[in-house]
């Protein structure tokens, strides 16, 4: 199957929560250093799972429709859970065969979700 | 005459597609005569250079010393001003190093061009947090080419020490005019280092003309192995200047509390050099001596023009430097499509492209841009690659739209 099949470009196009979340509990910055691509994300949630997740970014397809999925996706996830997805989770969510050179763009979303969360932790 | 069956590579196939590459800005392919020279020292003539009293070691060394003499000669040199390093980014690093520090101070000003490439950037920004001196940035104008009058009033500043400026950037691809900005600078004892790297395999490059003080490039842009890399600098300036690494050969004596170097060249040359990356340089030089700049010349111009009327009549691209002369080196914005995006669907296509900022983050900001799609191009490519690629391009744009 095309990394490019019409649910990636979909969300591409048409990104989902791509929004600044007024009063998020949590939020964190990412960017991809080798090329530019950054996103800031939001997370509302609701005792240990998230409620909500919105962000603003830009960059590639790949990157830009994995968080758009994402921010679908992992509402109502148990925050402990998120953090210990992998790049193995991000491809079966994303449902399309990612190759290594595009590991980076894939896991960009994940990572600042995951970030997020950390900071959190660490509070 | 130009042959493509020169290069063993370009009748691959990847992915199922054949080869359509257009990644020279970042390295050449190889002619088999650099495969073979390389080859051939290590089945036939694998030995230390400049250690043993045996035939092999001989035989060795007289080979990487006849490179030497052919690299020189290839840039109008004298072999002592030509020090072999692991590519440009190690040769601007010793420049930095070792002349840098021991003559830069925190009251001197540098000057670089917004468009350098990383490598002549960071040194001097590792050296300005220990000697504190100021860095000032030549602009460009908005079709990229160097901006001359703001060069000059740079330049003329009191307080510069030395400018460092790429002959050509490997975004932009606009030839820079060398001689004339070396000579403004010299009449004002400023110190240049030209960073030669993209122009190499494209025309011919003569130090001696050029009068600049240091000059450097990579072997692997210029048809020759990854891992090689020249420094050339004037030999009054070399000499004066401390070493830069230490090890074996870059010594003439050592002892329990002291050293003297080695003389010039070898006194750069710490360790065991790449013998056979060497040999293949040279193999490299000759192959394009042998091809001659009118043949390649003449082919690129060719190519170039084809490739900017083909581009124009795509609406959705846009070209970064657009300023003539120009080396085949396009980097484009293509409206709607992130660089990677298209890079890698393009390469699942069989054409090798560039997404990114290219080792060239200010110039990418300066620009407004976060990256682009770049397709740089050398004489062994094709009109009708250049047509697929066109093809290609449309096709992607279909699909994001």
Same mark, same amino acid.
């Given at each position: ?123 | 005459?130009?042959?493509?069956? @020169? ?15 257009? @990644? ?10 650099? /495969? ?16 043993? /009293?045996?035939?092999? $070691? ?13 690299? $020189? ?81 740079? /330049? ?9 400026l790429?002959y ?8 820079n005019p060398i001689k004339k900005i070396v ?11 030209i ?13 001696? =003309?050029l009068?600049c ?35 074996? =050969? ?39 001596? =042998? ?51 298209? $890079? @890698? ?29 770049? $397709? ?10 250049? @047509? ?14």
């Amino acid at each position: 199957m095309d990394i490019y099949a019409q649910n990636i470009l979909d969300h591409y196009k048409n990104p989902r929560n791509k929004e600044v979340l007024a009063r998020a509990d949590l939020a964190s910055y990412e960017k991809n250093q080798s090329c530019g691509d950054e996103l800031t994300v939001f997370l509302k949630l609701s005792g240990p799972k998230i409620y909500t997740i919105k962000y603003l970014g830009q960059g590639c397809a790949i990157s830009q429709a994995s968080i758009s999925i994402l921010s679908e996706k992992l509402v109502g996830d148990n925050v402990a859970k998120v953090l210990k997805y992998k790049f193995a989770d991000i491809i079966k969510i994303l449902g399309v065969p990612i190759s290594d050179r595009r590991e980076n763009c894939a896991m960009l979303g994940l990572r600042a979700i995951q970030k997020a969360i950390d900071k959190n932790k660490e509070k | 005459m130009i042959k493509r069956s @020169d290069f063993p590579i370009l009748t691959k196939k990847i992915v199922g597609r054949p080869l359509v590459y257009f @990644d020279n800005a970042a390295t050449t392919q190889k002619p088999l005569a650099v /495969i073979k020279a390389t080859s051939e020292y290590y089945s036939k003539f694998n030995s230390n250079v400049h250690r043993g /009293i045996n035939p092999l $070691a001989e035989e060795a060394t007289k080979r990487y010393e006849k490179s030497r003499d052919i690299i $020189a000669a290839f840039i109008s040199a004298k072999r002592a001003e030509v020090i072999f390093t692991r590519g440009a980014t190690e040769s601007i690093n010793l420049v930095a190093r070792s002349w840098g520090e021991a003559n830069l101070k925190k009251s001197d000003i540098l000057v670089l061009s917004i468009a350098e490439h990383h490598s002549n950037i960071v040194p001097w920004l590792q050296l300005k947090t220990k000697i504190g001196f100021k860095i000032l940035y030549i602009p460009i104008k908005v079709d990229g080419r160097l901006d001359l009058m703001a060069a000059q009033k740079i /330049i003329l500043q009191p307080g510069v020490k030395f400018l460092g400026l790429s002959y050509a950037s490997n975004v932009l691809g606009i030839v820079n005019p060398i001689k004339k900005i070396v000579k403004l600078a010299r009449a004002h004892g400023i110190i240049t280092l030209i960073d030669a790297t993209q122009v190499l395999a494209h025309q011919p490059v003569n130090v001696h =003309d050029l009068d600049c003080s240091f000059l450097v490039f990579s072997g692997h842009k210029m048809l020759g192995p990854t891992g090689t890399g020249v420094l050339y600098g004037k030999r009054e300036l070399l000499a004066a200047m401390p070493p830069f690494l230490g090890g074996g =050969d870059m010594i003439s004596t050592v002892s329990l509390d002291s050293f003297t170097p080695n003389i010039l060249p070898y006194k750069f040359e710490a360790g065991t050099p790449n013998i056979a990356g060497v040999i293949g340089l040279a193999a490299a030089c000759q192959y394009l001596s =042998d091809l001659g700049w009118a043949e390649i010349r003449a082919k690129e111009k060719e190519l170039e023009q084809y490739f900017l009327d083909k581009i124009k009549t795509l609406k959705f691209i846009r070209i970064l430097g657009t300023a003539e002369p120009k080396l085949p080196i396009f980097s484009l914005i293509v409206e709607g499509i992130h660089p990677h995006d298209a $890079a @890698d669907l393009l390469g699942q296509e069989g054409i090798i492209l560039r997404a990114g900022q290219h080792c060239a983050e200010p110039l990418h900001n300066h620009l407004g841009c976060s990256a682009s799609l770049r $397709a740089s191009l050398n004489f062994y490519n094709t009109k009708r690659e250049i @047509d697929f690629f066109i093809k290609k391009l449309i096709e992607l744009k279909k699909k994001f739209n």
